[in-house]
Antibody, heavy 121, light 107 residues
Framework: QVQLVQSGAEVKKPGASVKVSCKAS????????LHWVRQAPGQGLEWMGWINPNSGGTNYAQKFQDRVTMTRDTSISTGYMEVSRLRYDDTAVYYC??????????????WGQGTLVTVSS | DIQMTQSPSSLSASVGDRVTITCRASQSISSYLNWYQQKPGRAPKLLIYAASSLQSGVPSRFSGSGSGTDFTLTISSLQPEDFATYYCQHSYRTPPAFGGGTKVEIK
């Protein structure tokens, strides 16, 4: 069965960086885009960008262009999302999600369990 | 960018009720519209894709309709496990965007 398993919760200081991992299993990792979506406490869902695990190509939301880097290691079917220069309002649950299982690469059919990143001094 | 607006933001309903949630796009998105269910502390779950296609394993009491700018999610007979927050999302082009959510609570 398809599974996305994310790394554990993080607490970081403002200005630091955080790197979250997402390990895929149960499908061909290079066959589907991997997206990242975040959710601030009590708020809605915000798309951050995708990585094409096959080519390594990326597409970031404009808001995150200069602070987010998405990478992958195909040998272990794992994607990574790093956010730099953390701010208090980056406190959120970060999800990875598989895209392209249905009619569009932006259909998110499987999700990781989420990783809580807390930015606190 | 395309904006998504959901209504209502919350509603109260009883088990067995028929529930309808609407979603409007700021411009035409054809049928590139998905619906997700999210329970507290859990990841979202895809219910409906391409406006009206039921994701595998999702109960048939969930249905979606619409095209262009106006879309609807209907739960034909609300069950206890359906109390959750529902989000629409367009998949028309980058960047994809979510609606603000509709919280379905127990009356």
């Amino acid at each position: 069965q398809v599974q996305l398993v994310q790394s554990g919760a993080e607490v970081k200081k403002p200005g630091a960086s955080v790197k979250v991992s997402c390990k895929a299993s149960g499908y061909t990792f290079t066959g589907y885009y991997l997206h990242w979506v975040r959710q601030a406490p009590g708020q809605g869902l915000e798309w951050m960008g995708w990585i094409n695990p096959n080519s390594g190509g990326t597409n970031y939301a404009q808001k995150f262009q200069d602070r987010v880097t998405m990478t992958r290691d195909t040998s272990i079917s794992t994607g990574y999302m790093e956010v730099s220069r953390l701010r208090y309002d980056d406190t959120a649950v970060y999800y990875c999600a598989r895209g392209g299982g249905s009619s569009s690469e932006y259909d998110f059919d499987y999700w990781g369990q989420g990783t809580l990143v807390t930015v606190s001094s | 960018d395309i904006q998504m607006t959901q209504s209502p933001s919350s509603l109260s309903a009883s088990v067995g009720d028929r529930v309808t949630i609407t979603c409007r796009a700021s411009q035409s998105i054809s049928s590139y519209l998905n619906w997700y269910q999210q329970k507290p502390g859990r990841a979202p779950k895809l219910l409906i894709y391409a406006a009206s296609s039921l994701q595998s394993g999702v109960p048939s009491r969930f249905s979606g309709s619409g095209s262009g700018t106006d879309f609807t999610l209907t739960i034909s007979s609300l069950q206890p496990e359906d109390f959750a927050t529902y989000y629409c999302q367009h998949s028309y082009r980058t960047p994809p965007a979510f609606g603000g959510g509709t919280k379905v609570e127990i009356k």
